[in-house]
């Protein structure tokens, strides 16, 4: 069965860095589309980034680009994201997310069809 598991969440004074990881099994990993998603307290799911499969390439949400990197070691089958200079806001937890495409395009939430369960990453002095 398809499982998504997150790791690398905690607490990170502000400017700080963090990398989250995303252990996939149960499905060709290499063949799809990746993304990352969170949600803070309170407010809804929020779109974060995704990466094809392929070629790799990315998008990112305008409130993180340029602090955050996306990545893929589709030998590890494993997902990553590298956030730097981290702010108050980006506190939420952060899930990762498989589409059923090999491409995916377009800023915003897309369609998935598997989750992890999340990892909170907590900004704070």
């Known amino acids: 069965q398809v499982q998504l598991v997150e790791s690398g969440g905690g607490l990170v004074q502000p400017g700080g860095s963090l990398r989250l990881s995303c252990a996939a099994s149960?499905?060709?990993?290499?063949?799809?589309?990746m993304s990352w998603v969170r949600q803070a307290p309170g407010k809804g799911l929020e779109w974060v980034s995704d990466?094809?499969?392929?070629?790799?390439?990315?998008d990112y949400a305008d409130s993180v680009k340029g602090r955050f990197t996306i990545s893929r070691d589709d030998a590890k089958n494993t997902l990553y994201l590298q956030m730097n200079s981290l702010k108050p806001e980006d506190t939420a937890v952060y899930s990762c997310?498989?589409?059923?495409?090999?491409?995916?395009?377009?800023?915003?939430?897309?369609?998935?069809?598997?989750w992890g369960q999340g990892t909170q990453v907590t900004v704070s002095s």
């Open positions: 149960g499905f060709t990993f290499s063949s799809y589309a």
């Open positions: 997310a498989k589409t059923p495409y090999s491409i995916v395009g377009g800023k915003g939430l897309g369609e998935y069809d598997y």
């Open positions: 990466i094809n499969s392929g070629d790799g390439s990315t």
